[in-house]
């Protein structure tokens, strides 16, 4: 009984996803021949592709011969990105006047043959970068200090500068405590701090081990020292009894950048909790093909694209202070030294400052990056498609929902079990160690390309 009810159930669910997908391809009439529309496909239900150009590569006859035989074959569109994976370099540099035309040149031959053409927003196929990011508009990570002194005394001394990454720091305030006794820090707080990816976010009650007193801040002995502080990193200061910590925190870029890219698409990855600096990012390439192009940008030029995260994580951006207060409700200065891990008026309220700043890096991620990002693709009648997941310090639903075409990827690892057909390990056999595959929500149907 239970095999009839099961192949009753398959039957049926069969039977809707056949309607499904005659409705699909017959343009909403399940009446239609489905087996000649599968033969000639529409349009609407042609596949895209990934299309790589690779480190510099590119000709006039060759993008026509591509493209040309692209639409031989039944792709009905493509998406660009330009890598740099070993082969040798050519002549076109990336985004060069050049390369511009040759651009154009795509969008002219994909009108001609009735193509769509989505351009990765960078070179590389992960996140938003380029070369004409400058340090000030990059991703950002708060970096610190401490200095150890005992009173009572008066100190006057250099605070040693937290790390500058290609040459870039700015302070962001100085802190003074009373050293509380053993190291007592909160766990994974790198993470919870989002200075690192976090690996993931289970459920877990809002409940932790409470921490005893004297190892703690109490804000109500917190000074601030910031306006103390001269331009050198010096300062003067009156220490009252006891051990004390000067802790001193600045930013400066997470040093990440666009890959694989060829060398002259290569540069910092841009502010994503910043407009400015996703505005910079846009014009820096995408604002300047849409100029090459045209008239034909919103017709043969249909989409711009941010593929898979791949580039960390940040915790900070010039605005980030007034953005907390204005929508957490108060100030962050006295809460900084949670994200150096250590713990200020206890466990629990550390905890949940420490999720005040991540919620606010979300939302300043979804406004800001993806959702400014369409507004100006919209602007100039695109679309905007996201690989939304993996490692983004985000809800990675909402930040797919931030996209007209959410996109994703599967892989199949030789090292979780996976084998190839015949039962040959695909690990086994030279340059397969795993096979992924890519899917795509939006009016074209799907497309697919094999692993990177």
């Not at 100085?174 to 976090?198: H, L, N, Q």
Request: charged share 25%.
């Amino acid at each position: 009984m239970f095999e009839r009810f099961r192949f009753a159930l398959s039957s049926i669910v069969a039977a809707f996803l056949l309607l499904g997908l005659s409705a699909i391809i017959g343009g909403g009439d399940p009446s239609l021949d489905l087996s000649k529309n599968f033969r000639t496909p529409p349009d609407s239900a042609r596949p895209w592709v990934y299309w790589f150009w690779l480190n510099q590569n590119i000709t006039r006859e060759g993008i026509t011969a591509d493209l040309e035989a692209m639409k031989r074959v039944g792709i009905g569109d493509v998406l660009i990105m330009e890598v740099d994976q070993g082969a040798p370099k050519g002549p076109v540099a990336f985004n060069s006047p050049e390369w511009r035309q040759l651009f154009k040149h795509v969008c002219v031959e994909a009108s001609r043959l009735g193509l769509e053409v989505n351009m990765n927003n960078d070179a590389g196929w992960c996140g938003s970068g380029g070369p004409w990011i400058t340090p000030e508009l990059s991703m950002q990570r708060v970096v610190w200090t401490e200095t150890q002194v005992e009173g009572p005394k008066c100190f006057e001394g250099t605070l040693t500068q937290p790390q500058a990454v290609a040459n870039y720091y700015g302070d962001i305030a100085v802190w003074a405590f009373p050293t509380p006794a053993g190291d007592a820090r909160i766990d994974s707080f790198r993470e919870k701090a989002a200075d690192i990816p976090m690996d993931a976010s289970p459920a877990a009650p809002a409940a932790w081990p409470s921490v005893p007193p004297e190892q703690t801040i109490p804000r109500s002995r917190l000074v601030n020292l910031t306006a103390r502080l001269d331009k050198g990193g010096r300062i003067a200061w009156d220490v009252p009894e006891g051990k004390w910590t000067i802790l001193r925190l600045g930013h400066t870029t997470t040093g990440k950048d666009n890959h694989p890219a060829p060398e002259s698409g290569r540069g910092l990855e841009c502010d994503k909790l910043s407009k400015e600096a996703v505005q910079a990012h846009f014009e820096g390439l995408m604002g300047k093909l849409i100029a090459e192009v045209g008239p034909l940008a919103g017709k043969s030029l249909v989409a711009t694209h941010i593929d898979s995260w791949e580039v960390g994580s940040q915790n900070w951006t010039p605005k980030f202070r007034e953005e907390f207060r204005r929508r957490r409700g108060y100030d962050l200065l006295p809460f900084l030294a949670v994200m150096t891990g250590r713990i200020v008026d206890g466990r629990e309220v550390s905890e949940r400052f420490l999720w005040d700043l991540r919620q606010t890096i979300n939302e300043l991620l979804l406004q800001n990056y993806a959702g400014h990002f369409r507004e100006l693709a919209h602007e100039h009648g695109l679309r905007l498609s996201i690989e939304a997941y993996s490692n983004c310090p985000t809800d990675e639903m909402a930040y797919a929902g931030r996209a007209d075409e959410p996109m994703g990827e599967f892989w199949s690892w030789e090292k979780y079990g996976a084998a190839s057909r015949g039962g040959q390990h695909a690990a086994d056999r030279p340059g397969h160690g795993s096979l992924g595959c890519q899917f795509r929500a939006g009016r074209r149907g799907a497309g697919t390309h094999n692993a990177r």
